[in-house]
C-alpha cells in the first residue's frame, strides 16, 4: 500500500476558458481565446468556448461533484477579461463576485481552492496593445493579480501565478497554434522574459497582500530522454531539456535564465529593464508541476537553435492525444527537480489523459484512464518515499471540456459531460480517484 504524507491534497483541475462558458456574460470582456475561437478553421470540431460545461451558470452543481467524491482541493483560474473586461482600468464587479461566490462554495464544502490566475485568456484589449511582447502587459497583470487577491485573500491559502509559460511561448509564438498565432523566435524570448516579470510582481503583490499565502507557479515539465547513448544524442538530450525546462524553470527557481540557455538563443535575447534582474528574484512557496508526458530526442544538427528532433515511440501506448504513456517520467522528473532546485513544496497541478469515452446505460468504463492514474500516482508515491516533498495531486480534469484547439474532441475528465443537456456522469475513473482520496493511498498493483 502506498500512503500520501497527511494533509495531501487529492483535487482536480480546471481553467476558466474550458469551462466557464458564458463568454460575453454580466459584463466579460473578450479573451484572445474568445476572438481566436471565433475564427474559422481555428478549432478542429468549428467549436468555442461559448457554453463550454456552462460552469459559470452550474457552479454549485459541480462543487457538490467534488464533494460528493471526497476531493479536498480544487484547482481553477480566474478570467482576467471577466474581472477587468479591457485588462486593466474599470473593475467588471459582477466577474469578481462570481470568484466569490465560486470561493464560498468551495469552503463550505471544506475544498482547497487553488487559483491560478493566468491560464492564458489574455483580454483582447491587451493583445491590441502588444499582448505578453509589451513589458506593460506585465505591468498590468500584477494590478489585476492585486485585484483579486484583495477580495479573495481572506479565503485562498494556494495561489498559482501562470499556468505553463511554455506553452504561451511555444504555442502562441514558436509553433503559432495559439492566439495570437506568430512564428517568431524574437518575440517568442521576449515574451518569456515578460512572463517572468509577470509572475515576480504578481509574487510581490500577493506577499503583500496576502502574508499568510502559499504562492508558485505552474511549469509543465517534458522529461527529456536521448534516444541512444551516443555523446551526440545525450548532448541533443541536454539541449532540448535546457530549451524547453530550464528556460522556463529557473527563473521562477534560481531568479535567472540558465547560461547555456542564454548562449544558445545569442541571436533572440530579450531586451531586459534595469529592475529586471531585481524582479526575477521572487522566491517561491511551491512548485506546480504539470506532467502528462516525456519527449525522446536525438541530435540533428540541421534544426536551427536546438539541434534536435523528437523521435515518435511507434508502439508505444499513447493516449487519445497521442502523447506517449511513460509513468517513469514523473518520477524521474520530481526527483530532478528536488535534487536541482530544492523546492520547498511541490504539487502536481495537472496529470491526466484523454481517451474516446462513451456512455452505455447511463455508465462511462474508461479502463484505460484509471490505469494511466493509478500508474502516475503509484510513481509519485514512489518519489514521496524518496524524499520529495509532494503535498498533492490535481487531475486534470474535473470535467470534459474544451480541448483548445482540439475543441471537444478529446475527454480528460473523471467526469463524462454529455455537452447537448450539460449532463455530467461520474466516469468510473472518477469513482477510483475518489477511492484513493478516501484512503489517501492505493495498492501498488503494477509490477513496472
Ligand atoms: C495544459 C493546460 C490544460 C490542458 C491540459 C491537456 O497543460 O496544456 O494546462 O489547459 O487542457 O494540459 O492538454
Known amino acids: 500500500m502506498i500512503v500520501f504524507p497527511d494533509g495531501f491534497f487529492w483535487g482536480t483541475a480546471t481553467s476558466a476558458y474550458q469551462i466557464e462558458g458564458a463568454w460575453n456574460e454580466d459584463g466579460k470582456g473578450p ?213 524547453v525546462n530550464r528556460w522556463f524553470w529557473e527563473p521562477s527557481l534560481k531568479g535567472w535564465y540558465p547560461k547555456e540557455g542564454w548562449d544558445m538563443l545569442g541571436a533572440f535575447l530579450p531586451e531586459l529593464a534595469a529592475e529586471d534582474e531585481n524582479l526575477l528574484h521572487a522566491p517561491i512557496d511551491f512548485f506546480g508541476h504539470n506532467s502528462y508526458t516525456r519527449a525522446v530526442v536525438r541530435s540533428d544538427q540541421s534544426v536551427p537553435v536546438v539541434g534536435a528532433v523528437q523521435v515518435p515511440q511507434v508502439g508505444r501506448p499513447h493516449t487519445g492525444m497521442g502523447w506517449e504513456v511513460y509513468p517513469d517520467h514523473l518520477y524521474d522528473s520530481l526527483l530532478r527537480i528536488t535534487r536541482d532546485y530544492r523546492p520547498r513544496a511541490i504539487f502536481i497541478t495537472e496529470n491526466g489523459a484523454a481517451y474516446p469515452d462513451e456512455v452505455h446505460a447511463g455508465r462511462v468504463a474508461d479502463p484505460q484512464r484509471i490505469d494511466y492514474v493509478r500508474e502516475h500516482l503509484v510513481r509519485a508515491g514512489r518519489a514521496v518515499a524518496a524524499g520529495v516533498p509532494l503535498q498533492g495531486y490535481f487531475c486534470w480534469s474535473l470535467l470534459d471540456n474544451f480541448e483548445w484547439t482540439f475543441g471537444y474532441t478529446q475527454r480528460f475528465g473523471i467526469v463524462y459531460v454529455d455537452f447537448a443537456s450539460q449532463q455530467r456522469i461520474v466516469k468510473d475513473s472518477g469513482y477510483f480517484y475518489s477511492k484513493v482520496a478516501a484512503s489517501n493511498g492505493l495498492e501498488e498493483t503494477t509490477g513496472a
Open 31 to 243: 479573451s484572445i481565446w474568445d476572438v481566436f475561437s471565433h475564427t474559422p478553421g481555428k478549432i478542429l470540431d468549428g467549436s468555442t468556448g461559448d457554453i463550454a460545461c456552462d460552469h459559470y451558470h452550474r457552479y454549485r452543481e459541480d462543487v457538490d461533484l467534488m464533494a460528493r467524491l471526497g476531493l479536498n482541493a480544487y484547482r481553477f483560474s480566474v478570467s482576467w477579461p471577466r474581472v477587468l473586461p479591457e485588462g486593466r482600468g474599470t473593475l467588471n464587479a459582477p466577474g469578481l463576485d462570481f470568484y466569490d461566490r465560486l470561493v464560498d462554495a468551495l469552503c463550505e464544502r471544506r475544498i482547497e481552492p487553488f487559483v491560478t490566475l493566468y491560464h492564458w485568456d489574455l483580454p483582447q484589449s491587451l493583445q491590441e496593445q502588444g499582448g505578453w511582447e509589451s513589458r506593460d502587459t506585465a505591468l498590468a497583470f500584477a494590478d489585476y493579480v492585486s485585484v483579486v487577491a484583495q477580495r479573495l485573500g481572506d479565503r485562498v491559502r494556494h495561489w498559482i501565478t501562470l499556468n505553463e509559460p511554455l506553452a504561451v511561448v511555444l504555442a502562441g509564438y514558436v509553433l503559432g497554434i495559439h492566439p495570437p498565432a506568430k512564428q517568431d523566435l524574437r518575440a517568442a524570448v521576449q515574451v518569456s522574459h515578460h512572463l517572468n516579470v509577470g509572475h515576480g510582481l504578481a509574487v510581490r503583490a500577493l506577499r503583500a497582500l496576502c502574508p499568510s499565502s502559499k504562492v508558485g507557479i505552474t511549469h509543465v515539465s517534458l522529461p527529456v530522454y536521448p534516444a541512444s547513448d551516443s555523446p551526440e544524442d545525450r548532448a541533443a538530450a541536454e539541449r532540448w531539456d535546457c530549451l
